[in-house]
Nanobody, 126 residues
């Protein structure tokens, strides 16, 4: 059974850091675009960052550029989102998703991801 499992969310103070993990179960991430998305209360889900597991290209939304870093482990089973300098406006449920590698790369982070995890809550508050 193909499954994505997010973990690493929690409560953190402004300025703090968290590392989210997206673990693939039942498959490996050898030929995918892997995206991190977030949905804040009352708002639409938006793309945060993505990585192309074929060529290593990454993309980060302007709102997180310089603060969030996406990476993938050598075994290509887990994707990480290292989040630092967190702000209250980063509070959201964070989801990872996978799909064709054409959805991420060359400055592009496209819609259309088809396989999603269940999400992990990140709350930034003092």
């Amino acid at each position: 059974q193909v499954q994505l499992v997010e973990s690493g969310g929690g409560l953190v103070q402004p300025g703090g850091s968290l590392r989210l993990s997206c673990a693939a179960s039942g498959f490996t991430l050898d030929y995918y675009a892997i995206g991190w998305f977030r949905q804040a209360p009352g708002k639409e889900r938006v793309g945060v960052s993505c990585i192309n597991s074929v060529n290593g290209d990454t993309y980060a939304a302007d709102s997180v550029k310089g603060r969030f870093t996406i990476s993938i482990d050598n075994a290509k089973t887990t994707v990480y989102l290292q989040m630092s300098s967190l702000k209250p406006e980063d509070t959201a449920v964070y989801y990872c998703a996978v799909d064709s590698p054409v959805l991420c790369g060359d400055g592009i982070f496209s819609d259309g991801f088809g396989s999603w995890g269940q999400g992990t809550q990140v709350t930034v508050s003092s």
